[in-house]
DNA sequence: GTCTATACACAGATAGAC
DNA sequence: GTCTATCTGTGTATAGAC
C-alpha cells in the first residue's frame, strides 16, 4: 500500500467530508440548508485552521475569523454557539472521523507484523489526508472541557494499545525479540505524531509521506525483530 | 553515564536557577534587591508553568497568576514588563541555559556512535531537569514575535544538524549502514521530544528518564548499524 | 518593593432589521 | 440566512498611596 492507493479508497471530496461534518453536528446549527452550510462550514473550518495553527486558537479572535470567512460577527454565530463549540466540533469530529476509518481499514487476518506495518501505515496517511486537524486536535486539547478532553486522551490511548497488543502478538508468535511492548508503543507513536505536527519542515524538505513510512517501518522492524 | 550521575555533574539548586535567570535579565526587572528577586522569581516563574501547561499560556491571565503567587497585580508588574515579555525571558533563557550546558558537556573525542549515545542521553537528562520549560517551549512557540521564534527554529534545527553529522561521521567510519541520516535525525529528535511533551504518561507508568533513554538507544542503533 | 484602585481596550456574544 | 449595531465582561496595564 502507498499512499496514491490508499487515497483512492478513502479519500472524499472537502463537499463530502463537510457534508458529514454537517449532518454529524446538525443540531448545533441554525441553518437548515445543507448546501449553504456545507460550503459556509468548509470556508470556517478551513479559515479556523489557517488562523489557529498558525497563532493558536486562543489568540485567535472571532473578529478575525469573520474577516478571514467573509461573514460577519452575527453569520458566523449561526454556524457557531461558541467559540469553545468550535474547538469542541473540530475534536469530535475528527475524532468520528478516525474511528470509521480505522474500523474499515484494519484488517485482522494478517500476521501481528504485517498488521503493525499496515496500521502505521493506515495513521500516517489519515494523518496526513486530514493534517491540520490533527495538528490543531494534538495543540489544543488544552482548551476542552474535562468530559472532552477525556475522550481525546481515549483515542490517543486507544492506538497505543493496539500497537502494543500487536507487538506482544508479534513476541508471542516469534515474529519478534522480547521486547518491552509498552515503551515501544510509545515511541512508535510519537513517530507517528511527528509527521503532522511538524509538517512544515517535511514539505520544505520535500519529503513524501511515503517515504517517511518506509523510514518509520525499518526503524521498528529492526527494533522488534531479532 | 546514568541520570543520577548526569545530576552530580550539572545540577543546581532552584536558588541557583533563577539567580542566573535575574542576573541575565536584570535590566528587564525594577527590582535591584537580589535576594528577594530570586524568590519572587522562582514563585513566578513556577505558577506560570503551572497555569499555562496546563491550559495554555494564553488561557492563563495575569490576575490567575498573581493570585497564584500571592502577589498583588502591581507587584508582578515590577518583574515583567508585560504578559508578553514573561514568554519572551522563558524562550530565551532555556535557551541560553541550553546552550551553556551543551556546549561543556558534548565532547569531541569519541567515536560517532558514542557521541551520538552522549547526545541523546545528554538532552533526555537536561529536559528532565527542566521539564516544564521545555514543554511551555514547545507549546507556547507560536507566541513569539517573528525574531524570537526564529532563534527557536534555530536551536531546533542546531541539535537535528548536530545528529545528522553524527550519523553521517558513523557511516564514513563504518559503523554505521548507509542511511538516510537526515530522516533519520529528525526521526530521533521526535523520540527525544516525546520524553518530555507526554512526561505525564510516562509518570504514571513509573517509566525512569534511564529506562527510557536505553530503549531510544537499542531503537536507535539498530536501525544505524549493521 | 508592594499594595489598591482604576483606566482602557477589546474580546465574545446577542438583538433585531433586512 | 446574513447583516449592523450594541452590550457586557474581563484581561492587560498603570498611577499613586504606603
Redesign the pocket.
Known sequence: MNFKSFCKQVKQSAEELYAELYLQHQQQ??????R??V??LQKIFEATFQLANEKGF?A???????TAT?????????????????AQIIHSFLNHYCEERFSTLVSNDLSPKEELINLIRIHLYLSELMQPWFYFAYMETKNLSKKHKATAINSELWMENKLQKLIESGIKTKQFKENNSQIIASLIKALLQDWYLKRWKYKKRKTSVDTYAKQVEEMVLRTLEN
Chains 1, 2 share one sequence.
Open positions: 446549527f441554525s441553518i437548515r440548508n445543507q449553504i452550510a460550503k459556509k486562543q485567535m479572535t472571532l473578529r478575525q475569523l469573520a467573509k461573514m460577519s460577527m452575527g453569520g458566523l454565530y449561526a454556524y457557531i454557539h461558541s467559540k469553545d463549540d468550535l
